[in-house]
Protein backbone atom coordinates (compact mmCIF):
# COMPACT_ATOMS: atom_id res chain seq x y z
CA UNK A 1 0.00 0.00 0.00
CA UNK A 2 1.39 3.60 -0.90
CA UNK A 3 2.78 5.90 1.99
CA UNK A 4 -0.19 8.11 1.11
CA UNK A 5 -3.46 8.77 -1.29
CA UNK A 6 -1.97 12.36 -2.34
CA UNK A 7 1.22 14.23 -2.18
CA UNK A 8 0.70 17.91 -3.31
CA UNK A 9 4.32 19.29 -3.99
CA UNK A 10 4.37 22.95 -2.46
CA UNK A 11 1.97 24.79 -0.03
CA UNK A 12 0.96 27.69 -2.18
CA UNK A 13 -2.66 28.77 -1.67
CA UNK A 14 -3.28 26.54 -5.05
CA UNK A 15 -1.58 23.40 -3.32
CA UNK A 16 -3.60 23.90 -0.04
CA UNK A 17 -7.16 24.34 -1.70
CA UNK A 18 -6.42 21.21 -3.56
CA UNK A 19 -4.84 19.04 -0.67
CA UNK A 20 -7.52 20.32 1.82
CA UNK A 21 -10.89 19.02 -0.04
CA UNK A 22 -9.06 15.90 -1.15
CA UNK A 23 -8.60 15.41 3.02
CA UNK A 24 -12.17 16.21 3.33
CA UNK A 25 -13.36 13.83 0.72
CA UNK A 26 -11.03 11.30 3.06
CA UNK A 27 -7.79 11.16 1.30
CA UNK A 28 -4.80 10.93 3.28
CA UNK A 29 -2.87 13.77 2.10
CA UNK A 30 0.41 15.09 2.37
CA UNK A 31 2.14 18.44 1.35
CA UNK A 32 5.44 18.65 1.03
CA UNK A 33 6.89 22.76 0.85
CA UNK A 34 10.78 23.75 0.50
CA UNK A 35 10.21 26.83 2.40
CA UNK A 36 9.90 27.06 6.05
CA UNK A 37 6.57 29.04 6.03
CA UNK A 38 3.83 28.42 3.97
CA UNK A 39 1.90 30.15 1.15
CA UNK A 40 4.17 30.77 -1.04
CA UNK A 41 3.39 34.30 -2.95
CA UNK A 42 0.20 34.76 -0.62
CA UNK A 43 2.23 34.54 2.91
CA UNK A 44 3.69 36.73 5.43
CA UNK A 45 7.08 37.00 7.87
CA UNK A 46 8.16 38.88 10.69
CA UNK A 47 11.30 41.20 11.00
CA UNK A 48 11.81 43.61 14.02
CA UNK A 49 8.38 44.22 14.85
CA UNK A 50 7.34 43.80 11.13
CA UNK A 51 4.72 41.98 9.55
CA UNK A 52 4.86 41.87 5.58
CA UNK A 53 3.35 40.36 3.02
CA UNK A 54 5.60 38.15 0.63
CA UNK A 55 3.98 39.08 -2.57
CA UNK A 56 -0.02 39.13 -2.81
CA UNK A 57 -1.20 42.34 -0.78
CA UNK A 58 -4.91 41.99 -1.67
CA UNK A 59 -7.96 39.64 -2.82
CA UNK A 60 -10.68 40.54 -4.83
CA UNK A 61 -13.06 38.36 -6.53
CA UNK A 62 -13.85 36.17 -3.79
CA UNK A 63 -16.45 34.04 -4.80
CA UNK A 64 -13.90 30.91 -5.64
CA UNK A 65 -12.39 31.07 -2.15
CA UNK A 66 -15.71 31.29 -0.91
CA UNK A 67 -16.68 28.27 -2.53
CA UNK A 68 -13.91 26.18 -1.63
CA UNK A 69 -14.72 26.85 2.55
CA UNK A 70 -18.07 25.85 1.59
CA UNK A 71 -16.71 22.64 0.21
CA UNK A 72 -14.88 22.14 3.29
CA UNK A 73 -18.12 22.71 5.63
CA UNK A 74 -17.12 26.22 6.62
CA UNK A 75 -17.12 29.89 5.27
CA UNK A 76 -14.30 31.72 4.12
CA UNK A 77 -15.49 34.53 6.73
CA UNK A 78 -15.41 32.33 9.34
CA UNK A 79 -11.89 31.49 9.07
CA UNK A 80 -10.37 34.50 7.97
CA UNK A 81 -11.10 37.89 9.03
CA UNK A 82 -11.66 40.27 5.80
CA UNK A 83 -11.15 43.69 6.13
CA UNK A 84 -13.00 45.35 2.95
CA UNK A 85 -10.78 48.25 1.65
CA UNK A 86 -12.59 51.07 0.66
CA UNK A 87 -11.08 53.94 -0.80
CA UNK A 88 -10.64 51.11 -3.81
CA UNK A 89 -6.92 52.86 -5.07
CA UNK A 90 -5.38 56.44 -5.18
CA UNK A 91 -3.33 57.14 -8.51
CA UNK A 92 -0.41 59.12 -8.37
CA UNK A 93 -0.08 61.34 -12.18
CA UNK A 94 3.20 62.05 -13.69
CA UNK A 95 2.73 66.17 -11.98
CA UNK A 96 1.52 64.69 -9.01
CA UNK A 97 -1.85 64.90 -9.35
CA UNK A 98 -3.95 62.38 -7.38
CA UNK A 99 -7.34 60.46 -8.47
CA UNK A 100 -8.68 58.35 -5.77
CA UNK A 101 -11.82 55.87 -6.95
CA UNK A 102 -13.86 54.50 -4.00
CA UNK A 103 -14.96 51.16 -4.03
CA UNK A 104 -18.89 52.89 -5.50
CA UNK A 105 -18.93 52.33 -8.87
CA UNK A 106 -21.47 55.27 -8.84
CA UNK A 107 -19.14 57.76 -6.72
CA UNK A 108 -16.19 56.75 -9.14
CA UNK A 109 -18.15 57.62 -11.80
CA UNK A 110 -18.93 60.94 -10.11
CA UNK A 111 -14.65 61.22 -9.94
CA UNK A 112 -14.56 60.42 -13.57
CA UNK A 113 -16.86 63.25 -14.50
CA UNK A 114 -14.88 65.45 -13.31
CA UNK A 115 -12.50 65.31 -15.72
CA UNK A 116 -14.60 64.46 -18.40
CA UNK A 117 -18.48 63.97 -18.14
CA UNK A 118 -18.41 61.62 -20.91
CA UNK A 119 -16.00 59.53 -19.89
CA UNK A 120 -18.12 59.39 -16.21
CA UNK A 121 -20.99 58.29 -18.56
CA UNK A 122 -19.03 55.65 -20.64
CA UNK A 123 -17.80 54.30 -16.98
CA UNK A 124 -21.44 53.82 -16.22
CA UNK A 125 -21.48 51.35 -19.03
CA UNK A 126 -17.96 50.18 -18.92
CA UNK A 127 -18.68 48.36 -15.55
CA UNK A 128 -22.28 47.44 -16.48
CA UNK A 129 -20.73 45.53 -19.28
CA UNK A 130 -17.92 43.64 -16.95
CA UNK A 131 -20.14 42.82 -14.16
CA UNK A 132 -21.84 40.94 -16.64
CA UNK A 133 -19.39 38.93 -17.71
CA UNK A 134 -17.94 38.48 -14.18
CA UNK A 135 -20.86 37.05 -13.20
CA UNK A 136 -20.50 34.47 -16.28
CA UNK A 137 -16.81 34.13 -15.09
CA UNK A 138 -17.67 33.28 -11.50
CA UNK A 139 -19.98 30.80 -12.48
CA UNK A 140 -18.50 28.85 -15.41
CA UNK A 141 -15.29 29.61 -16.89
CA UNK A 142 -13.19 30.27 -13.63
CA UNK A 143 -14.06 27.02 -11.41
CA UNK A 144 -14.21 24.35 -14.38
CA UNK A 145 -12.11 22.49 -16.02
CA UNK A 146 -11.00 24.14 -19.83
CA UNK A 147 -8.29 21.87 -21.04
CA UNK A 148 -9.89 20.63 -24.21
CA UNK A 149 -12.93 21.67 -26.08
CA UNK A 150 -15.20 19.81 -24.82
CA UNK A 151 -14.66 21.37 -21.69
CA UNK A 152 -14.85 25.21 -23.32
CA UNK A 153 -18.21 23.57 -24.71
CA UNK A 154 -19.44 22.67 -21.31
CA UNK A 155 -19.01 25.98 -20.05
CA UNK A 156 -20.96 27.69 -22.83
CA UNK A 157 -23.56 25.33 -21.95
CA UNK A 158 -23.46 26.28 -18.49
CA UNK A 159 -23.11 30.15 -19.19
CA UNK A 160 -23.98 30.70 -22.78
CA UNK A 161 -23.99 34.41 -22.21
CA UNK A 162 -20.15 34.34 -22.71
CA UNK A 163 -20.86 34.41 -26.40
CA UNK A 164 -21.53 38.24 -25.62
CA UNK A 165 -17.88 38.77 -24.53
CA UNK A 166 -16.21 36.60 -27.47
CA UNK A 167 -14.80 39.73 -29.04
CA UNK A 168 -12.89 40.43 -26.02
CA UNK A 169 -10.62 37.77 -27.38
CA UNK A 170 -10.07 39.59 -30.47
CA UNK A 171 -9.44 42.60 -29.01
CA UNK A 172 -6.85 44.48 -27.12
CA UNK A 173 -6.77 45.62 -23.47
CA UNK A 174 -5.99 48.76 -25.30
CA UNK A 175 -8.65 48.53 -27.79
CA UNK A 176 -11.15 48.56 -24.68
CA UNK A 177 -10.08 51.01 -22.64
CA UNK A 178 -9.44 53.61 -25.10
CA UNK A 179 -12.73 52.77 -26.65
CA UNK A 180 -14.84 53.67 -23.51
CA UNK A 181 -12.31 56.21 -22.39
CA UNK A 182 -11.03 59.70 -23.95
CA UNK A 183 -9.35 61.73 -21.11
CA UNK A 184 -5.23 61.13 -20.88
CA UNK A 185 -5.89 60.95 -17.14
CA UNK A 186 -8.82 58.48 -16.90
CA UNK A 187 -6.53 55.85 -19.18
CA UNK A 188 -3.79 56.28 -17.01
CA UNK A 189 -6.40 54.96 -14.56
CA UNK A 190 -7.33 52.06 -16.33
CA UNK A 191 -4.15 51.24 -17.68
CA UNK A 192 -1.78 50.10 -15.40
CA UNK A 193 -3.69 47.18 -14.25
CA UNK A 194 -2.86 45.47 -17.16
CA UNK A 195 0.33 44.74 -16.39
CA UNK A 196 -1.20 42.58 -13.05
CA UNK A 197 -1.54 40.23 -16.05
CA UNK A 198 1.71 40.71 -17.02
CA UNK A 199 2.05 42.44 -20.24
CA UNK A 200 1.51 46.21 -21.47
CA UNK A 201 -1.89 47.46 -22.63
CA UNK A 202 -1.28 46.45 -26.36
CA UNK A 203 -0.38 42.97 -25.69
CA UNK A 204 -3.21 41.78 -23.59
CA UNK A 205 -6.19 40.66 -24.29
CA UNK A 206 -9.40 42.55 -24.18
CA UNK A 207 -10.54 39.92 -21.69
CA UNK A 208 -8.64 41.45 -18.65
CA UNK A 209 -10.04 44.79 -19.28
CA UNK A 210 -12.35 43.59 -16.77
CA UNK A 211 -9.58 44.26 -13.58
CA UNK A 212 -10.36 47.84 -13.70
CA UNK A 213 -14.01 47.18 -13.10
CA UNK A 214 -13.93 44.03 -10.86
CA UNK A 215 -12.16 45.55 -8.31
CA UNK A 216 -14.96 47.72 -7.87
CA UNK A 217 -16.82 44.45 -6.51
CA UNK A 218 -15.04 44.66 -3.18
CA UNK A 219 -11.28 44.31 -2.54
CA UNK A 220 -10.26 42.80 1.29
CA UNK A 221 -7.52 42.25 3.28
CA UNK A 222 -7.43 39.58 5.78
CA UNK A 223 -6.08 40.54 9.69
CA UNK A 224 -2.97 39.51 10.32
CA UNK A 225 -2.05 39.69 6.48
CA UNK A 226 -2.40 37.44 3.58
CA UNK A 227 -0.79 34.46 4.58
CA UNK A 228 -4.21 33.70 7.10
CA UNK A 229 -6.00 32.38 3.55
CA UNK A 230 -3.07 29.42 3.67
CA UNK A 231 -3.18 29.28 6.85
CA UNK A 232 -6.82 28.72 7.05
CA UNK A 233 -6.81 26.45 4.07
CA UNK A 234 -3.88 24.21 6.33
CA UNK A 235 -5.98 24.26 9.27
CA UNK A 236 -9.20 23.20 7.92
CA UNK A 237 -7.00 20.57 6.18
CA UNK A 238 -5.50 19.29 9.06
CA UNK A 239 -8.73 18.70 10.74
CA UNK A 240 -9.62 16.25 8.37
CA UNK A 241 -6.09 14.76 8.83
CA UNK A 242 -4.46 16.38 6.12
CA UNK A 243 -0.36 16.50 6.90
CA UNK A 244 1.75 19.92 6.07
CA UNK A 245 5.70 19.09 6.37
CA UNK A 246 7.71 22.45 5.65
CA UNK A 247 11.52 22.78 4.96
CA UNK A 248 10.77 19.11 2.67
CA UNK A 249 12.20 19.84 -1.05
CA UNK A 250 10.57 17.80 -3.21
CA UNK A 251 13.19 16.69 -6.37
CA UNK A 252 12.01 14.50 -8.08
CA UNK A 253 8.43 12.38 -9.34
CA UNK A 254 8.70 9.10 -8.80
CA UNK A 255 7.25 8.00 -12.87
CA UNK A 256 6.88 3.94 -13.54
CA UNK A 257 4.92 3.34 -17.27
CA UNK A 258 3.64 6.76 -17.86
CA UNK A 259 1.91 6.80 -14.07
CA UNK A 260 3.08 8.99 -11.13
CA UNK A 261 4.07 6.71 -8.09
CA UNK A 262 5.10 9.14 -5.44
CA UNK A 263 7.98 11.37 -5.22
CA UNK A 264 11.81 11.83 -4.38
CA UNK A 265 13.19 14.42 -1.78
CA UNK A 266 16.61 16.23 -1.62
CA UNK A 267 17.68 13.76 0.97
CA UNK A 268 16.91 10.88 -1.44
CA UNK A 269 13.93 9.66 0.96
CA UNK A 270 11.05 8.17 -1.15
CA UNK A 271 7.92 8.73 -0.70
CA UNK A 272 4.93 7.08 -1.87
CA UNK A 273 1.81 7.80 -2.91
CA UNK A 274 -0.99 6.97 -6.20
CA UNK A 275 -1.70 10.89 -6.68
CA UNK A 276 0.53 13.56 -7.30
CA UNK A 277 -0.95 17.08 -6.95
CA UNK A 278 2.17 19.93 -8.36
CA UNK A 279 1.54 23.50 -7.15
CA UNK A 280 5.22 24.48 -8.30
CA UNK A 281 5.90 25.92 -12.25
CA UNK A 282 4.51 23.81 -14.92
CA UNK A 283 7.83 23.61 -16.66
CA UNK A 284 9.93 22.64 -13.71
CA UNK A 285 7.30 19.73 -12.99
CA UNK A 286 7.55 18.29 -16.32
CA UNK A 287 11.17 18.90 -17.44
CA UNK A 288 12.74 18.78 -14.29
CA UNK A 289 10.41 16.04 -12.11
CA UNK A 290 8.99 14.44 -14.58
CA UNK A 291 12.04 14.00 -16.65
CA UNK A 292 11.64 14.78 -20.69
CA UNK A 293 12.13 10.72 -21.10
CA UNK A 294 8.85 10.03 -19.13
CA UNK A 295 7.07 12.66 -21.91
CA UNK A 296 5.55 12.15 -25.46
CA UNK A 297 7.39 14.48 -27.91
CA UNK A 298 4.47 16.77 -28.50
CA UNK A 299 3.96 17.32 -24.96
CA UNK A 300 8.05 17.89 -24.55
CA UNK A 301 7.30 20.27 -27.19
CA UNK A 302 4.19 22.00 -26.03
CA UNK A 303 6.20 22.20 -22.59
CA UNK A 304 9.33 23.61 -23.55
CA UNK A 305 7.07 26.46 -25.47
CA UNK A 306 5.78 28.14 -22.36
CA UNK A 307 7.07 31.49 -21.50
CA UNK A 308 7.62 32.68 -18.46
CA UNK A 309 5.61 35.18 -16.70
CA UNK A 310 6.07 38.55 -15.68
CA UNK A 311 8.72 38.70 -12.43
CA UNK A 312 9.14 42.25 -9.87
CA UNK A 313 10.84 43.52 -7.61
CA UNK A 314 9.38 43.94 -4.07
CA UNK A 315 10.26 46.23 -1.49
CA UNK A 316 9.66 46.05 1.80
CA UNK A 317 9.73 48.84 4.19
CA UNK A 318 8.69 49.69 8.15
CA UNK A 319 8.57 53.62 8.57
CA UNK A 320 7.94 55.87 11.60
CA UNK A 321 5.49 57.84 10.41
CA UNK A 322 1.97 58.01 8.70
CA UNK A 323 2.77 58.36 5.37
CA UNK A 324 0.70 60.91 3.14
CA UNK A 325 -1.54 58.41 1.36
CA UNK A 326 -5.41 57.68 1.23
CA UNK A 327 -5.79 54.07 0.18
CA UNK A 328 -4.11 50.30 0.94
CA UNK A 329 -3.23 50.33 -2.99
CA UNK A 330 -1.99 53.37 -4.89
CA UNK A 331 -0.54 53.13 -8.43
CA UNK A 332 2.25 55.27 -9.40
CA UNK A 333 0.59 55.61 -12.78
CA UNK A 334 1.68 56.64 -16.85
CA UNK A 335 -0.05 57.42 -19.68
CA UNK A 336 -1.22 54.44 -21.66
CA UNK A 337 1.54 54.93 -24.37
CA UNK A 338 4.09 55.28 -21.49
CA UNK A 339 2.98 51.74 -20.02
CA UNK A 340 3.94 50.23 -23.82
CA UNK A 341 6.81 52.27 -24.41
CA UNK A 342 7.51 50.61 -21.04
CA UNK A 343 7.57 47.46 -22.25
CA UNK A 344 9.29 47.98 -25.52
CA UNK A 345 12.32 49.76 -24.19
CA UNK A 346 12.99 48.95 -20.70
CA UNK A 347 11.21 45.09 -20.36
CA UNK A 348 12.47 43.84 -23.82
CA UNK A 349 15.41 45.64 -23.75
CA UNK A 350 16.57 44.61 -20.28
CA UNK A 351 17.39 48.44 -19.14
CA UNK A 352 15.45 49.45 -15.82
CA UNK A 353 13.18 52.42 -16.11
CA UNK A 354 14.31 55.98 -15.42
CA UNK A 355 11.15 56.71 -13.64
CA UNK A 356 9.26 53.95 -10.83
CA UNK A 357 5.94 52.45 -12.53
CA UNK A 358 4.28 50.26 -9.75
CA UNK A 359 1.85 49.92 -6.68
CA UNK A 360 2.50 50.75 -3.54
CA UNK A 361 0.65 48.82 -0.93
CA UNK A 362 -0.08 49.64 2.78
CA UNK A 363 -1.84 47.13 4.94
CA UNK A 364 -1.46 49.10 8.22
CA UNK A 365 -3.85 51.52 6.64
CA UNK A 366 -5.95 48.17 7.62
CA UNK A 367 -4.56 46.59 10.09
CA UNK A 368 -2.26 48.52 12.31
CA UNK A 369 -0.91 45.47 14.25
CA UNK A 370 1.36 44.91 11.66
CA UNK A 371 3.48 46.95 12.59
CA UNK A 372 5.06 48.09 16.26
CA UNK A 373 2.73 51.48 17.55
CA UNK A 374 3.37 54.55 15.41
CA UNK A 375 5.11 52.89 13.21
CA UNK A 376 3.33 51.21 9.37
CA UNK A 377 4.49 49.14 6.78
CA UNK A 378 4.79 49.93 2.77
CA UNK A 379 5.41 47.32 0.33
CA UNK A 380 6.91 48.85 -3.05
CA UNK A 381 6.28 46.79 -6.00
CA UNK A 382 8.13 48.80 -8.84
CA UNK A 383 7.43 47.45 -12.57
CA UNK A 384 10.49 45.13 -13.23
CA UNK A 385 12.66 42.12 -15.08
CA UNK A 386 14.46 39.75 -14.81
CA UNK A 387 16.98 40.03 -17.55
CA UNK A 388 18.58 42.83 -17.07
CA UNK A 389 21.08 43.77 -20.11
CA UNK A 390 25.23 43.77 -18.89
CA UNK A 391 24.52 43.60 -14.87
CA UNK A 392 22.53 41.16 -12.68
CA UNK A 393 20.33 41.66 -9.40
CA UNK A 394 22.47 41.01 -7.29
CA UNK A 395 24.57 44.21 -8.49
CA UNK A 396 21.97 46.64 -9.38
CA UNK A 397 19.55 45.66 -5.52
CA UNK A 398 21.24 48.31 -3.34
CA UNK A 399 20.86 51.23 -5.85
CA UNK A 400 17.62 50.06 -7.02
CA UNK A 401 16.51 50.26 -3.73
CA UNK A 402 17.95 53.53 -2.68
CA UNK A 403 16.75 54.88 -5.95
CA UNK A 404 13.21 53.51 -5.81
CA UNK A 405 12.97 55.63 -2.05
CA UNK A 406 14.24 58.47 -3.40
CA UNK A 407 12.24 58.80 -6.69
CA UNK A 408 8.68 58.31 -4.50
CA UNK A 409 9.79 60.48 -1.74
CA UNK A 410 10.18 63.34 -4.69
CA UNK A 411 6.75 62.60 -5.65
CA UNK A 412 4.18 59.77 -5.00
CA UNK A 413 5.14 59.38 -1.23
CA UNK A 414 7.20 62.94 0.13
CA UNK A 415 8.82 62.24 3.19
CA UNK A 416 9.56 58.64 2.71
CA UNK A 417 12.93 58.72 2.73
CA UNK A 418 13.58 60.42 6.09
CA UNK A 419 11.16 57.62 7.64
CA UNK A 420 12.27 54.30 6.69
CA UNK A 421 13.49 52.31 9.51
CA UNK A 422 13.73 49.12 7.87
CA UNK A 423 14.36 47.64 4.26
CA UNK A 424 13.88 44.55 3.06
CA UNK A 425 14.26 43.41 -0.77
CA UNK A 426 13.21 40.77 -3.37
CA UNK A 427 14.53 40.75 -6.55
CA UNK A 428 13.01 38.65 -9.36
CA UNK A 429 16.69 36.77 -8.77
CA UNK A 430 15.69 36.43 -4.75
CA UNK A 431 12.12 35.38 -5.51
CA UNK A 432 13.37 32.33 -7.78
CA UNK A 433 15.71 31.61 -4.53
CA UNK A 434 13.45 31.59 -1.92
CA UNK A 435 10.04 30.07 -3.82
CA UNK A 436 11.66 28.50 -6.91
CA UNK A 437 10.02 30.62 -9.29
CA UNK A 438 12.32 30.35 -12.24
CA UNK A 439 12.74 33.56 -13.59
CA UNK A 440 11.29 35.00 -10.67
CA UNK A 441 8.18 34.26 -12.56
CA UNK A 442 4.98 35.42 -10.19
CA UNK A 443 2.80 33.50 -12.47
CA UNK A 444 4.45 30.86 -13.71
CA UNK A 445 3.93 30.73 -17.26
CA UNK A 446 3.02 33.84 -19.69
CA UNK A 447 -0.69 34.70 -19.47
CA UNK A 448 -1.21 36.11 -22.78
CA UNK A 449 -3.94 34.08 -25.08
CA UNK A 450 -1.88 31.67 -26.35
CA UNK A 451 -0.92 30.56 -22.84
CA UNK A 452 -4.13 30.90 -21.20
CA UNK A 453 -7.49 28.74 -20.78
CA UNK A 454 -7.06 25.36 -22.96
CA UNK A 455 -3.70 26.24 -23.75
CA UNK A 456 -2.12 26.31 -20.57
CA UNK A 457 -0.78 23.12 -19.23
CA UNK A 458 -4.05 20.85 -18.51
CA UNK A 459 -5.22 20.49 -14.53
CA UNK A 460 -5.37 16.66 -15.15
CA UNK A 461 -1.76 15.22 -17.17
CA UNK A 462 -2.31 14.29 -20.54
CA UNK A 463 1.08 12.38 -20.33
CA UNK A 464 1.18 11.43 -17.21
CA UNK A 465 -1.69 8.80 -15.44
CA UNK A 466 -2.14 10.14 -11.50
CA UNK A 467 -0.70 13.56 -11.92
CA UNK A 468 -2.85 16.86 -11.59
CA UNK A 469 -1.91 20.51 -11.31
CA UNK A 470 -2.80 23.06 -9.31
CA UNK A 471 -1.95 26.98 -9.22
CA UNK A 472 -0.95 29.27 -11.35
CA UNK A 473 0.86 27.11 -13.96
CA UNK A 474 -2.80 25.78 -14.94
CA UNK A 475 -6.25 27.35 -15.69
CA UNK A 476 -7.69 29.69 -14.86
CA UNK A 477 -3.99 31.08 -14.22
CA UNK A 478 -2.71 33.87 -11.57
CA UNK A 479 -4.07 35.72 -8.57
CA UNK A 480 -5.12 33.91 -5.21
CA UNK A 481 -8.58 33.58 -5.95
CA UNK A 482 -7.94 32.20 -9.30
CA UNK A 483 -5.09 30.04 -7.94
CA UNK A 484 -8.02 28.77 -5.13
CA UNK A 485 -10.38 27.67 -8.12
CA UNK A 486 -7.95 25.90 -9.41
CA UNK A 487 -7.42 24.20 -6.29
CA UNK A 488 -11.15 23.17 -6.47
CA UNK A 489 -11.37 22.28 -10.54
CA UNK A 490 -8.05 19.71 -9.37
CA UNK A 491 -9.72 18.34 -6.34
CA UNK A 492 -13.13 17.53 -8.50
CA UNK A 493 -11.07 16.09 -11.11
CA UNK A 494 -9.92 13.64 -8.78
CA UNK A 495 -12.93 13.17 -7.27
CA UNK A 496 -14.05 12.44 -11.07
CA UNK A 497 -11.61 10.00 -12.23
CA UNK A 498 -9.59 8.60 -9.46
C1 LIG B 1 4.75 40.42 -5.69
C2 LIG B 1 3.45 39.71 -5.94
C3 LIG B 1 2.26 40.41 -5.78
C4 LIG B 1 1.03 39.77 -5.99
N1 LIG B 1 -0.13 40.44 -5.73
C5 LIG B 1 -1.31 39.78 -5.75
C6 LIG B 1 -2.48 40.37 -5.22
O1 LIG B 1 -2.46 41.48 -4.69
N2 LIG B 1 -3.64 39.65 -5.27
C7 LIG B 1 -3.69 38.39 -5.80
O2 LIG B 1 -4.77 37.79 -5.83
N3 LIG B 1 -2.57 37.80 -6.28
C8 LIG B 1 -1.39 38.44 -6.24
N4 LIG B 1 -0.24 37.82 -6.63
C9 LIG B 1 -0.31 36.48 -7.24
C10 LIG B 1 -0.56 35.40 -6.21
O3 LIG B 1 0.21 35.62 -5.06
C11 LIG B 1 -0.21 34.06 -6.83
O4 LIG B 1 -0.91 33.90 -8.05
C12 LIG B 1 -0.58 32.88 -5.92
O5 LIG B 1 -0.24 33.12 -4.58
C13 LIG B 1 0.15 31.65 -6.45
O6 LIG B 1 -0.17 30.52 -5.68
P1 LIG B 1 0.32 29.08 -6.12
O7 LIG B 1 -0.27 28.14 -5.15
O8 LIG B 1 0.05 28.85 -7.56
O9 LIG B 1 1.91 29.06 -6.06
P2 LIG B 1 3.04 29.66 -5.13
O10 LIG B 1 2.55 30.73 -4.27
O11 LIG B 1 4.19 29.94 -6.04
O12 LIG B 1 3.40 28.43 -4.20
C14 LIG B 1 4.17 27.35 -4.63
C15 LIG B 1 4.87 26.76 -3.42
O13 LIG B 1 5.63 25.63 -3.84
C16 LIG B 1 6.85 25.62 -3.14
N5 LIG B 1 7.80 24.81 -3.92
C17 LIG B 1 8.36 25.12 -5.11
N6 LIG B 1 9.16 24.12 -5.53
C18 LIG B 1 9.08 23.15 -4.59
C19 LIG B 1 9.69 21.88 -4.44
N7 LIG B 1 10.51 21.39 -5.37
N8 LIG B 1 9.40 21.14 -3.33
C20 LIG B 1 8.56 21.61 -2.38
N9 LIG B 1 7.97 22.83 -2.46
C21 LIG B 1 8.23 23.58 -3.55
C22 LIG B 1 7.24 27.09 -3.03
O14 LIG B 1 8.14 27.30 -1.98
C23 LIG B 1 5.87 27.73 -2.78
O15 LIG B 1 5.58 27.83 -1.40
C24 LIG B 1 1.01 38.42 -6.40
C25 LIG B 1 2.21 37.72 -6.55
C26 LIG B 1 3.42 38.34 -6.29
C27 LIG B 1 4.70 37.55 -6.35
Redesign the pocket.
Known amino acids: MADYDVIV ?8 TAGSICARRGRRVLV ?4 DI ?6 TYERDGYHFD ?7 EIQPIEMAFETLGTTFQQEVDLIPCDPMMEFVLPGGERITYPVSVEGTGEVISRYSPEDGRNWLKFAEYFKGLTEIAMKGFFVNPASSLTDMARIMVKTPGLLKYASLFTKSYQDIVTKYFKSEEIQSTMSYQSL ?1 VGLPPELTAGLYATIPYSEHEGIWYPRGG ?1 IQIPAAFKRVGEKYGMEVRTD ?4 KVTVEGRRARGVVLDDGTEITSDLVIS ?3 AK ?1 LYLD ?1 VGEEHLPWLARYGIKSYGYSKS ?1 T ?1 LYLGVDYEPPLAAHHGVVAYPLRHINDFWRNNVEKGVLPEQTIGLI ?1 WPTHEDPSLAPEGHHILSI ?1 PECFYHLKGTDWDREKKPFIEKTIEDLSRNAVPGLADHVKFVDC ?1 TPLD ?1 ER ?4 PEGA ?3 LQQDLASTIMFRPSARSRSIKGLYL ?4 THP ?7 VA ?2 LICADLIEKYE
Open positions: IGAGVGGLLEQSIGGCCSVGASIVEYMTLVKDINTMVMCIAFRLLLIYDAGNSGGGVPLVSG
